[in-house]
């Protein structure tokens, strides 16, 4: 709650957003700055958003879970910084503290689960190489090295034998396959 007032109470209610909010005056400041709506309107999210950040990180962690699922990984962390108006070490250590992993890992995850999705496909028989550059991977050698790296196999190998091939006491919890 940013104003810790319902939001019933603020109906028909003039406040000074100054006296209720520790950031008042730079929000004040920045909604009076002669800028285009859509620069002001990022500029106030991102105060908000600082406001939110001493009150709950869960706001930004959802946020940028969200938006690494939306992309499909397919997300820098200095685009998340961006979004945010975090720095991207400040984005790193959040995302550690609260999901257990940096950014950058849950993004290479969810690449690794969307080319899972494809190459589990039965009737998918495109060469691997789409499969990488769709998924968001750079090559066919980078999907690789992310397969070998959490599935301790290369995505030939799994397209070849299937789930058996994989060593389930090797893949790292964090990791879940269906």
């Known amino acids: 709650m940013i104003l810790h007032e319902h939001a019933s109470s603020l109906t028909n209610t003039v406040y000074d957003i100054k006296e209720y909010m520790k950031n008042g005056e730079q929000i004040v400041s920045a909604a009076c700055k002669d800028l285009p709506v859509q620069e002001k309107a990022m500029l106030l999210s991102k105060l908000i958003r600082i406001r939110m950040k001493e009150d709950d990180s ?84 980078h999907m690789n090295r992310c397969y070998k790296r959490f599935l301790h196999c290369s995505s030939g190998t799994l397209r070849k034998h299937g789930f058996s091939c994989l060593d389930y006491n090797k893949i790292d919890p964090y990791l879940v396959l269906n």
Request: aromatic residues 14%; contains cysteine.
């Open 58 to 141: 869960s706001y930004l962690i959802r946020y940028c879970t969200d938006r690494i699922y939306e992309k499909h990984g397919n997300i820098k962390v200095s685009e998340l910084g961006i979004e945010t108006g975090y720095s991207e070490r400040y984005l790193g250590k959040v995302f550690e503290k609260y999901v257990g992993v940096s950014p950058k890992i849950y993004c290479e995850i969810m690449r690794l689960q969307n080319s899972l999705q494809k190459l589990s496909d039965s009737s998918n028989y495109e060469p691997l190489i789409n499969l990488a550059l769709d998924s968001g991977f750079f090559d066919h050698a």
